[in-house]
Each structure stands twice: as C-alpha cells, then as structure tokens.
C-alpha cells in the first residue's frame, strides 16, 4: 500500500485560531476519510469525502479534495484546546474500508 | 454510530508467550475485519484483512505465524501474537464496517491494545 503524506508534521496555534492540515496520495481512490486519535486512544472518523466531491463541511471541519493534484485538507476554524490530538488523513481505494494512512498532523491548540 | 469494541485496552506479557486481542463488533455484523499496528507517534500500518469463515489475507511484509488472525463468527476476530517479543510492543488497533458490500462509508475503530512485551 502507499501511504500518504500529510503536512505539517505538527502543528502549534492559540485557541480561536483556525488550524489547516493538508494531506497528499499516490493513487486513485473511492473516497479519502480523516480521523482524529488522542494520545494512545482509538481513531475517531470526523469526515468522508467522496472522489466526486469536492468540499464538504461538518461544524467546525471544513474538508475539501482535489483528485488532479491528489490532495485534500482540512480546515478547523475556531479551534479549542479540546482539538489537541493527532489528524490522519485515510484513503479507501476499493471503497471497502481497506484504509491507507497517512503520516499524521499532531495538533496543540494551546488555551 | 457503530460500536467496535477491543480487549485488552492494555497488556503486559513475558517474552515467548502469546497474546489474544478481541475485536468485537457490538451492533453489528462485519464479514470483515482489519488489523492496524501503530509505532510510538507514528501512523497505522495495515497488517491484515481479517475474513469471517476464511483466511485472513496479510500485508506484505507481516509474518502469518506470527500474527495468527482468526474470524469464526460475524462479530468477533482474534489477533494472536505468538511467542511474542520486545519488538512487537505496539499499539494494535481493529476496525469493521458494518456494510459489508462497496459503499464508501466510514470504518469503525476500536479502541486499539496496547501491547508491551518484558
């Protein structure tokens, strides 16, 4: 599998400051997911953008995709410190959840 | 949303010995399973695609023997890590989609084990 890779590596603002992580792959793809991890924790999914679409929005996430350059971002606005956490960017190729991760943004929204 | 559920969340075991994860989805059926390993601030690295009633297909790279995956009913996958040594202490982590044809939707995770070999 190739994995992607996400820019920056980390990530360091003030609280109320939006927060862009950007996220880059190789190959083709169904849909491309990004999940949230704290420390030692599971993955919990924030958003799935499908390859047709382009921009999608939930609350204070703001995803977009452009499948020419293969790339995607997400956007976090109004940041809080409960956002501090690690941001992965998945892609699904097959569209059966078989999920190639990139590196990961570690985010400190600091109060 | 769907409920994944895995035991142990966190475990200590002897070099040599062997170590059972559970990954159990609670609320629904998944024909399939995956198996993610995660190093210290790293990212997830597939390992496996866990298959209910068949073999699970590896990654390249990932030892059969070593990481026994077994399936046998719609909401339980085992991982086995088999004579384990310090250099499989890691974060493990399982996820299930509860529709099991193409339908590009989320995967659900999980609380991932962690796993520390002495």
């Known amino acids: 599998s190739q994995q992607g890779e996400e820019d920056p590596q980390a990530l360091s603002i003030q609280e109320g400051e939006n927060a862009t992580m950007n996220c880059s792959y190789k190959?083709?793809?169904?849909?491309l997911q990004w999940y949230r991890q704290n420390s030692g924790r599971g993955l919990v999914h924030l958003i799935l953008?499908?390859?047709?679409?382009r921009e999608k929005h939930s609350g204070r996430l703001r995803v977009t995709l452009d499948t020419s350059k293969k790339s995607s971002s997400l956007l976090i606005t109004a940041s809080r410190a409960a956002d501090t956490a690690s941001y992965f960017c998945?892609?699904?190729?097959?569209?059966?959840?078989?999920?190639?991760f990139g590196k990961g943004t570690m985010l400190l929204v600091s109060p | 949303g769907a409920v994944v559920s895995q035991h142990p969340s966190r475990v200590i075991c002897k070099s040599g010995t062997s170590v059972k994860i559970e990954c159990r989805s609670l609320?629904?059926?998944?024909?399939?399973m995956f198996w993610y390993r995660q190093f210290p601030k790293q990212s997830l690295m597939l390992m496996a695609t866990?298959?209910?009633?068949?073999?699970?297909?590896?990654e390249q790279g990932v030892e059969k023997d070593k990481f026994l995956i077994n399936h046998a009913s719609l909401t339980l996958s085992t991982l086995t890590v088999t004579s384990a040594h310090p250099e499989d202490s890691s974060f493990y982590i399982c996820?299930?989609?509860?529709?099991?044809?193409?339908?590009?939707?989320?995967?659900?995770f999980g609380q991932g084990t962690r796993l520390t070999v002495v």
């Open positions: 190959t083709s793809i169904n849909n």
């Open positions: 866990s298959n209910e009633g068949s073999k699970a297909t590896y």
């Open positions: 996820s299930a989609n509860p529709w099991n044809s193409r339908g590009n939707t989320e995967a659900f």
């Open positions: 609320d629904f059926q998944a024909t399939t």
């Open positions: 998945a892609t699904d190729h097959s569209g059966y959840s078989t999920l190639t």
């Open positions: 953008i499908r390859s047709n679409e």
